[in-house]
């Protein structure tokens, strides 16, 4: 299976594009082990690689994201890790593991030495790329999760949560994080365009913002696109653009990403341009 990355890489192309295929093709082949071993049933598919995968989304990411189902049984992360290693050296990867627990919020990051040299993507032969892991072994109450068959490449289910309740992780996300991060307006401006009557999970969200800042501050119908053109009021643009522009399927998305754009999408209107699915 690990050499049909010859198939994905496009000499042609520029090396960060190249990166975003072989990471991605890697992130399917994790989701296959966790299908083929089981524990997909514990671990419920949320972030930016899940609007990828399930919504096609055009932008690459670099997280494997997933919340702790409230059904989970027998949930062991340290065996997670160790089985996904050991599949992946049977696969023929070389990959090394360095993992935290300290956390509700348990992460590792898998690095995989020579890949990159080896399918000429990088000259340099101690270069790594990485893939990083967490799982909320805590999530906030209220989402609602569903069951996909998803087919590329690898054919596997996928239990993640419903559209409102990845809207509403977003949300808190752009809410309550703490440094901007372009890839979260990117994905606001997607949603909005593309689902324009879509509204948050907002159970999940109030229980979210509940969890990050202790205390109740109750977002709603009525408001909550009003709090988020504050948040635009004070954006760095050029500072969103930055972080974002790398993992653009299509680099020339990045023009529809300003505060205009924004603005016209939290009001509704149709004369936005869109970043389409």
Not at 166 to 185: I, M, N, P, Q, S
Request: aromatic share 14%.
């Amino acid at each position: 299976m690990k050499d049909f990355i010859r198939e994905i890489i496009d000499k042609s192309s520029p090396r960060q594009d190249n990166e975003n295929r072989l990471r991605e093709y890697i992130q399917k082949y994790l989701l296959y082990i966790l299908y083929r071993k089981k524990i997909y049933h514990n671990l419920i598919f949320t972030g930016g690689t899940a609007l990828r995968f399930l919504f096609k989304i055009r932008r690459f990411s670099e997280d494997l994201d997933f919340s702790l189902s409230e059904k989970a049984k027998g949930y062991n992360f340290l065996k997670i890790l160790e089985m996904g290693q050991k599949e992946l050296i049977l696969a023929g990867y070389k990959v090394e593991i360095k993992y935290s627990l300290e956390k509700t919020v348990h992460n590792a990051f898998l690095k995989f030495p020579d890949l990159l040299y080896e399918y000429g993507i990088s000259p340099h032969k101690d270069e790594k790329i990485s893939i990083k892991i967490e799982i909320d072994t805590s999530p906030p109450l209220g989402g609602k999760e569903e069951v996909t068959l998803y087919d590329s490449i690898f054919m596997f289910y996928i239990l993640h949560y419903d559209l409102p309740s990845l809207f509403a992780g977003k949300l808190h996300a752009l809410l309550c994080r703490e440094y901007t991060k372009g890839r979260d307006w990117y994905d606001l401006l997607w949603y909005l365009t593309n689902f324009r009557d879509l509204e948050p999970n907002f159970v999940m969200l109030n229980n979210a913002i509940k969890q990050t800042f202790g205390r109740d501050i109750e977002i709603r119908r009525e408001n909550w696109k009003k709090l988020l053109k504050k948040e635009v009021d004070e954006l760095d643009v050029e500072k969103v653009r930055g972080d974002v522009g790398r993992f653009l399927e299509n680099h020339a998305d990045i023009e529809f990403l300003n505060k205009e754009n924004l603005y016209r999408s939290l009001r509704g209107e149709t004369g936005s341009s869109h970043i389409t699915q």
